[in-house]
């Protein structure tokens, strides 16, 4: 039920906290480039909608997909449509990723719901690091109640982890991993800007 779209171009970046995905999208957006008005930047979850400030306040499953799914029928469908390329930073792989609560009957019932309001990826980049570099981040980071609980529970990284590699490697169509430990911004802006170019 989830169709392709004839124009545009869709960028799913995804990667768990501390990966530096929202970084470097960031990072390559600031480039000066004429040809960067083509891009247009999502964010995935908590976005700055009605819906995404209230699952901000009340962080859920459902109600983060129900973000998805709205944030890609106001905003990322028509950019899709006026052939923008679309950066989307998280799309639903950190929803199902999110164990056990993807698990619920309930989150499990919204996903079903919203499937067909969401799009398949044209590509997929998932954005990793090693877990003390991660950590390390996240320690800049603590502030944010999620960092702070990963940084107390640093088993949950990698129960995530490894379900992010399940539905990376299920998932068909153009997809690439880029490693950001131990590199500059800059250096992984510059490999980011590879891959977009290879396969669009």
């Not at 499953?61 to 799914?69: G, N, P, S």
Request: overall charge positive; charged content about 35%; glycine content about 4%.
């Amino acid at each position: 039920m989830i169709k392709r779209r004839k124009k545009g171009y869709f960028v799913v970046c995804e990667g768990l906290d501390g990966a530096g995905k929202t970084t470097i999208i960031n990072g390559f957006l600031a480039k000066k480039d004429e040809h960067l008005e083509d891009y247009v930047y999502s964010k995935g979850l908590k976005s700055k909608t009605w819906i995404g400030k209230l699952s901000a306040k009340k962080p859920k499953a459902f109600l983060f997909l129900l973000d998805l799914a709205y944030t890609t029928q106001r905003y990322v469908k028509p950019s899709l449509r006026k052939d923008k390329v679309v950066l989307q930073d998280r799309y639903d792989v950190s929803v199902k990723s999110y164990v056990p609560r993807e698990d619920k009957w309930y989150n499990r019932l919204t996903a079903y719901l919203v499937k067909p309001f969401l799009l398949k990826p044209d590509l997929l980049i998932y954005f990793d690091v090693k877990q003390k570099e991660r950590l390390r981040r996240l320690e800049k980071t603590r502030d944010n109640k999620y960092h702070a609980y990963l940084l107390k529970n640093p088993e949950v990284i990698n129960i995530r982890r490894k379900e992010y590699a399940k539905h990376y490697f299920a998932r068909e169509g153009p997809k690439a991993i880029i490693d950001t430990d131990n590199k500059s911004i800059d250096d992984v802006v510059k490999e980011f800007e590879r891959v977009l170019m290879k396969y669009k």
